[in-house]
């Protein structure tokens, strides 16, 4: 059974930095790709930040110079660093963890919330 996990969500005033961490355990397949995923209150999810198993990056455009997606593939891990955190960054932020088997998984998410 595979399982993701999200960790490091909290408040934060604005301007602050936050790091959140995904670990994926229980296949014994390859990780393709591991993203972070956001979705605010009455907003679609979006993609936040990817990146690949040969380090591969993507960002959104709204984060980009704030964030940085990072993965260890010893532990099947990724992390986001989040600075100059703003309130529009409020959501629940998601990591998805895509197999070479084509198939992808979902954490439980975990909630970012940012004072002005």
């Known amino acids: 059974q595979v399982q993701v996990v999200e960790s490091g969500g909290g408040l934060v005033q604005a301007g602050g930095s936050l790091r959140l961490s995904c670990v994926a355990s229980?296949?014994?397949?390859?990780?393709?790709?591991m993203g972070w995923y956001r979705q605010a209150p009455g907003k679609q999810r979006e993609l936040v930040a990817s990146i690949t198993k040969g380090g591969r990056l993507n960002y959104a455009d709204s984060v980009k110079g704030r964030f940085t997606i990072s993965r260890d593939n010893a532990k099947n891990t990724a992390y986001l660093q989040m600075n100059s955190l703003k309130p529009e960054d409020t959501a629940v932020y998601y990591c998805n963890v895509a197999y070479n088997t084509l198939r992808d998984y979902w954490g439980q998410g975990t909630q970012v919330t940012v004072s002005s």
């Open positions: 229980g296949s014994i397949f390859s990780i393709n790709a």
